[in-house]
């Protein structure tokens, strides 16, 4: 009798979680849209994606073209 209390607790509480948590959407961006975005006077002339520094995540770096307007 205990353990299907503890079990249908259990499952109460991951149905009660998952009601309230909203789909969490973590799209990744490209680079370039992201400067596009917070630069906008900048045009990307070229946009590198590798490992820098060895840590086994790749960072982005580029070469930008301001423009005065």
Request: aromatic share 12%; net charge positive; proline share 3%.
């Amino acid at each position: 009798m205990k353990g299907k209390f503890s079990s249908m607790a259990l499952l109460l509480s991951f149905a009660v979680f998952f009601a309230f948590t909203g789909s969490v959407s973590a799209a990744a961006k490209k680079p370039k849209d992201i400067l596009a975005e917070k630069y906008p006077n900048e045009v990307v002339k070229i946009v590198k994606t590798d490992d820098i520094n060895n840590d086994k995540k790749k960072e982005s770096f580029s070469l930008n073209q301001v423009i005065f307007i």
